[in-house]
């Protein structure tokens, strides 16, 4: 009995020392594209370490009750700016991006 009660102390203890991971705010660009019926979702891991980056934007467009959003999430290196996605209006002409944010993840 003893041993165990040692056992679940040493595990409380352990466990109290692990960090747990922390989301950071980073750059992001969330642009209509030509033609206004495609948007180009981009961001930039500021961190000083490669890090799992998820990024949303939400856009309204010109009917009514339609806004569509696209969240998308994968690794990027160090300092580095990419295009996380793309995403398609349905056909009809987007006007602006109403909402949007980013972080990543070490």
């Known amino acids: 009995m003893r041993s165990h009660l040692a056992r679940v102390w040493l595990a409380l203890i352990a466990g109290a020392q692990i960090t747990p991971a922390s989301a950071e705010s980073v750059p992001f660009n969330c642009v209509i594209?030509?033609?206004?019926?495609?948007?180009?979702?981009m961001m930039t891991n500021?961190?000083?370490?490669?890090?799992?980056?998820?990024?949303?934007?939400?856009f309204s467009t010109t009917k009514y009750d339609n806004n569509p959003q696209i969240t998308c999430a994968k690794?990027?290196?160090?300092?580095?700016e990419v295009e996380m996605c793309r995403l398609s209006s349905g056909g009809d002409k987007m006007v602006k991006l109403t909402e949007g944010h980013a972080e990543c993840t070490r």
């Open 75 to 80: 690794p990027i290196p160090a300092g580095k």
């Open 33 to 41: 594209l030509p033609g206004s019926e495609l948007a180009s979702i």
């Open 46 to 58: 500021s961190l000083a370490s490669d890090a799992s980056c998820m990024v949303t934007c939400k």
